[in-house]
């Protein structure tokens, strides 16, 4: 089992930038990949980014592409969402999620099917 622990979030205005950070701890050898999901008030979660363990392989959702960036530091076991160009509709909570399961589909259309660990969430916020 992964341990996630996300950190970062806040209230931001449009057209701001804010980091996102995940520290991953437990059985961190065995990760396959780790990502970013969204839920947004009264609608589902979502998938936002991912990137692969072992290589950079990245895949984004097409509303983030060009905005937001996903990287890691396997030192650190901690991977990053940098997020620009922030919009209102940006606003969610911002949940981490990891999988030891190399699942190739994942990197067509990340689901949350795809995960098998998440944390608790932080809450981004984009107000005028």
């Known amino acids: 089992q992964v341990q996630l622990v996300e950190s970062g979030g806040g209230l931001v205005q449009p057209g701001d930038s804010l980091r996102l950070s995940c520290v991953a701890s437990?059985?961190?050898?065995?990760?396959?990949?780790m990502g970013w999901f969204r839920q947004a008030p009264g609608k589902e979660r979502e998938s936002v980014a991912a990137?692969?363990?072992?290589?950079?392989?990245?895949y984004y959702q097409d509303s983030v592409k060009g905005r937001f960036d996903i990287s890691k530091d396997n030192a650190k076991k901690t991977v990053y969402l940098q997020m620009g160009s922030l919009k209102p509709e940006d606003t969610a909570v911002y949940y981490c999620a990891a999988t030891t399961s190399g699942r190739m589909d994942l990197w067509e259309n990340l689901r949350e099917e795809h995960m098998d660990s998440w944390g608790k969430g932080t809450l981004v916020t984009v107000s005028s």
């Open positions: 990137i692969r363990w072992s290589s950079s392989r990245t």
């Open positions: 437990g059985r961190t050898f065995s990760l396959y990949a």
